[in-house]
């Protein structure tokens, strides 16, 4: 009987479409991942507009596997998003950047939240205790959700995110303009920043459309006192339609790639000259 079951098994699995085995592999390296040391946090800078000076960092997840090489975290952050490997993986990142901030000498670290960590039980005393333990003050955490963690279920969403800012973390709306919110409803909830998607950003030299998108999202940020950060600035020409926009905060490859621990500490007071 155990013969034929690994006999159906290999059947199984030879039939299986090709996206369906590589689905497989990467749940199972990432349930591995942590206990093998293939994780590994990278920072990248981001810089407030007009002195240019590096204000905080986003912690961004690499994971750099022993037998396929480095997978892109767009790759698999969905895969553990469908699976509870997600939280595993989220306390890590979270416990990492906490540890990391005991000692940064920047103002603050912004940390990707999934919506499903976003929705766990008790989202905010986890987040508090998590803190606490490490001995962070949440000034120096900005929480990044997108817009599908807090529209299922606007209600909760918008009392979780209350809370979180009473007790002073920053948070911050990711891909902002890629989802269904209106620039209306975002209003109920409790922000610091929009970070605008960089698909405007880069659409901006090159179409009226993205360029009047950006102005009216900065527009709408400013009315409700929000920061705005720009997403994967890469040009200097970009740099500037940004000003004339009105973005107080940009990000991306023109100042800096996501950097390894010690190199992005030396750029904690770094000022870029345009
Ligand atoms: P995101 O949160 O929108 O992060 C920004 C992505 O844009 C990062 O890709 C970053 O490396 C990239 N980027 C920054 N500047 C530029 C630029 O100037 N040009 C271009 N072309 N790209 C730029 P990355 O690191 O590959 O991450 C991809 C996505 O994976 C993130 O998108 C985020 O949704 C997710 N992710 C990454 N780390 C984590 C994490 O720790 N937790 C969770 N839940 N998600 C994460
Ligand atoms: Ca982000
Ligand atoms: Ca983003
Ligand atoms: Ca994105």
């Known amino acids: 009987a155990k013969r034929s079951g690994r006999g159906v098994a290999r059947l199984f699995d030879e039939s299986m479409d090709e996206g369906v085995r590589v689905r497989r592999r990467i749940e199972t390296g990432l349930s591995q991942a942590?206990?093998?040391?293939?994780?590994?946090?990278?920072?990248?800078?981001?810089?407030?507009?007009?002195?240019?000076?590096?204000?905080?960092?986003?912690?961004?997840?690499?994971?750099?596997?022993?037998?396929?090489?480095?997978?892109?975290?767009?790759?698999?952050?969905?895969?553990?998003e469908e699976s509870n490997l997600i939280h595993e993986l989220g306390d890590w990142v979270l416990a990492q950047s906490l540890d990391v901030l005991k000692s940064w000498p920047g103002q603050y670290v912004s940390v990707n939240f999934s919506p499903r960590q976003f929705r766990r039980h008790n989202f905010v005393g986890y987040i508090m205790e998590r803190c606490q333990r490490a001995e962070v003050e949440p000034q120096r955490?900005?929480?990044?959700?997108?817009?599908?963690?807090?529209?299922?279920?606007?209600?909760?969403?918008?009392?979780?995110?209350?809370?979180l800012r009473q007790m002073g973390f920053r948070i911050a709306l990711d891909d902002f303009g890629t989802g269904y919110s209106s620039l209306y409803n975002i209003r109920k909830f409790a922000l610091d920043a929009l970070k605008i998607d960089r698909s405007f950003i880069d659409g901006m030299s090159r179409e009226k459309e993205s360029a009047a998108i950006v102005r009216s999202i900065v527009h709408l940020a400013q009315s409700l006192n929000l920061t705005v950060i720009a997403e994967g600035v890469e040009t200097a020409a970009q740099v500037d339609l940004l000003r004339v926009a009105g973005a107080s905060h940009l990000q991306g490859y023109h100042f800096a790639k996501p950097l390894a621990e010690p190199l992005a500490r030396d750029m904690a007071h770094a000022r870029f000259l345009e």
């Open 34 to 80: 942590i206990a093998r040391d293939e994780l590994a946090l990278v920072y990248q800078p981001i810089v407030a507009h007009g002195a240019f000076e590096v204000v905080g960092f986003e912690a961004l997840l690499r994971w750099n596997t022993r037998e396929y090489g480095p997978i892109s975290p767009a790759t698999f952050i969905p895969i553990a």
């Open 141 to 163: 955490l900005q929480i990044e959700i997108t817009e599908t963690a807090i529209f299922d279920d606007a209600d909760r969403a918008a009392e979780t995110l209350y809370r």
